[in-house]
């Protein structure tokens, strides 16, 4: 899981990748396998009006190039789509790009550079938050427009639909001034 901030078409922050080796995510809970919340990193990132800041757990990343994100959102951006359907959008390209065994994914280049041979996209769960900065950041949640968390499970027949409420685990994004809670799913 991972999260990147974008202005003017370009990343300006972008979350460094939390594994224990290859393939092997932290798994933030409290069962006594899991790694503690302790374990997670919290970043400072101030943030400007126009700014989109795109969460999303590891099936996101492990499927799309950032590039690939970025095309989305400015895309979205330019046709003037709520941060949701920009969500929705992601989170399908996502979806199937996961499912195209010839796609050369992050997944793949990854196991490449690990020494193991993976073709295709990886299926795993897929969540996406996007959330546009709106207005100058302020002691108020009113300034982000945040997107429901659309989630494409790659077991299910259908993509399905979870509202933030659903999940448990958090990033979180510190601003100057604001403090952002983002919920995101577990691998």
């Keep these: 899981s991972g999260f990147i901030v974008i202005r003017g078409g370009n990343i300006i922050f972008q979350s460094p990748v939390q594994q224990h080796?290859?393939?092997?995510?932290y798994q933030l809970g409290s069962d006594e396998n899991c790694d503690l919340p302790s374990s997670g990193e919290v970043f400072t990132v101030p943030v400007e009006p126009q700014d989109v800041v795109v969460t999303g757990t590891d099936g996101?990343?492990?499927?799309?190039?950032?590039?690939?994100?970025?095309a989305v959102v400015v895309s979205a951006i330019i046709d003037r789509l709520e941060p949701e359907v920009t969500a929705q959008k992601i989170a399908a390209l996502a979806q199937q790009r996961?499912?195209?065994k010839n796609?050369?994914?992050?997944?793949?280049?990854a196991a490449r550079e690990f020494g193991y041979h993976h073709c295709g996209g990886k299926l795993d769960d897929i969540t996406v938050l996007v959330s546009y900065?709106?207005?100058p950041v302020s002691d108020s949640f009113a300034n982000f427009n945040f997107a429901s968390v659309c989630v494409y499970l790659a077991a299910a027949s259908g993509p399905v639909c979870y509202t933030c409420q659903a999940f448990s685990t958090a990033w979180r994004i510190h601003t100057a001034r604001l403090h952002m809670l983002v919920l995101a799913t577990m691998s």
């Design 21 to 25: 080796s290859f393939n092997y995510p």
């Design 60 to 70: 996101l990343f492990d499927n799309l190039y950032t590039d690939d994100i970025i």
């Design 133 to 135: 900065i709106s207005s």
């Design 103 to 109: 796609w050369q994914s992050p997944f793949s280049a």
């Design 98 to 100: 996961a499912l195209d």
